[in-house]
Each structure stands twice: as C-alpha cells, then as structure tokens.
C-alpha cells in the first residue's frame, strides 16, 4: 500500500544544535507537504514541495523534495526551544487527492 | 483569520454508542477531510469528500463510519456503534485546491473521542 515512513522517531538535540528529519514513500509523490504539531495541537501546514529536486527555505528551515519524488527532509539551524514538537511529512500520491502522513518525528530541544 | 471549528472538544462514551462528530470548514473550501490520531501516533487519513460526496477513503472507513454535509456549512463524521479502539483524536481539515493555492490542510483543533 502507499505509505510514508520517516525517520529518526526521536531526536533530543541541545539548544543551538541543528535537526533533521528525513521522509520516505514507498512509491512517487506528487508532491509532498510538511506539518508542525506541537504536544496537544494541531498539525499546522509548513511548506509544500512539487517539483523534483526542489530546494525551499523559511528563515532557519531548509526543505527539499528527492530527484525521484520518493524522499524529502527537513532540515532546522541552529534550534530553539520553540522548535520544540513533533515534524510530519505528508504526501500526495499521483491520481488522489488525499494526504498520506508520515509516522512523525518529534523533537525535543534542551535548553 | 478564517480558521476550521469542531466540537466537541471532548466526549466520553460507552462502548456501543453512536457519536457525531462536527466540524466547520473554512467558508471558500472545497474539500474536506477526517484523520485521526491515536495518542503519541500518527496522523490517519480516514476519508476526504467533495462535492457533497465522498472522493476517498482508507480501509479504516469501513461501514461503522459515515460522513455527512447537512447543509452549507457543517462537515459531520458519525461513527456507530463505537469500540474501545476507536478512541482516538479525531481532527477535520478543509482545503482549497486551485490556481495560486498550495492546496494546504487547515486543521481543526480536533475532537477527542474516549470510549468505555
């Protein structure tokens, strides 16, 4: 089935580290959303990535969106403590319209 | 800013029971949706609906499951007859695809469903 896996699960960083978080799908997107949920929130709409190789920043995050439309990452600089929460990828696969989240990665960021 | 309501925020209910769940979309979206979210886990995608039908659904959307748009503004999902596993966050999106949109989710803040 189509299914979107990322990883690491957990990521504890010190405050100031950087963070990243990587997606995979099982099979090409066509194109890939990434959501922010902070602990007992909402998923709120980051960014969305359509073409391949796709490069796109927001102010200390850095996404992109694989050559083959199978992977994407989230990359965060220096973090901080409002950082704090868990990162999900949601992609779209070709001929639907639905979302297919990814299992999540949450961060913990230490002051 | 235009935002998705639902309500309740919390129901607690007795195995067996039927629960409707409501959600206000965004005034000018088209398509609606409902995922839910099983403590500390992922977001599931249950179903997405447009023009007053539905367009898609995962095999969690099985016959327990209905969604309905009564009138012009509220997006209700029903479950029947509910199970201890259906406890879960359920949360309704709404989106608007089209030219100059990113066709992002906008998210209620999500119905917590407890089953006894």
């Known amino acids: 089935g189509q299914q979107v896996m990322q990883i690491p699960q957990y990521q504890h960083v010190q405050e100031g580290e950087d963070f990243t978080t990587y997606c995979n799908s099982s099979t090409t997107l066509s194109n890939i959303q990434w959501y922010k949920q902070r602990p007992g929130g909402h998923p709120v709409f980051l960014i969305q990535?359509?073409?391949?190789?796709e490069v796109k920043k927001q102010k200390r995050l850095t996404f992109q969106f694989g050559e083959a439309k199978k992977n994407s990452s989230l990359h965060i600089t220096a973090t901080q403590t409002t950082d704090v929460g868990t990162y999900f990828c949601a992609g779209r696969f070709e001929g639907t319209y639905k979302y297919i989240f990814g299992t999540g990665t949450r961060l913990k960021v230490l002051a | 800013e235009p935002e998705v309501t639902q309500t309740p925020s919390h129901q607690v209910t007795q195995m067996g029971q039927e629960v409707i769940l409501r959600c206000v979309p965004i005034s000018n979206h088209l398509y609606f949706y409902w995922y839910r979210q099983i403590l500390g886990q992922k977001v599931e995608f249950l179903v997405s609906?447009?023009?007053?039908?539905?367009?898609?659904k995962s095999e969690i959307f099985d016959d327990q499951f209905s969604v309905e748009r009564p009138d012009g503004s509220n997006f209700t999902l029903k479950i029947r007859s509910t199970k201890l596993e259906d406890s879960a966050m359920y949360f309704c999106a709404s989106s608007q695809e089209g030219l100059g949109n990113t066709g992002e989710l906008f998210f209620g803040e999500g119905s917590r469903l407890t089953v006894l």
């Open positions: 609906f447009y023009n007053n039908e539905i367009s898609e």
């Open positions: 990535l359509v073409k391949s190789g």
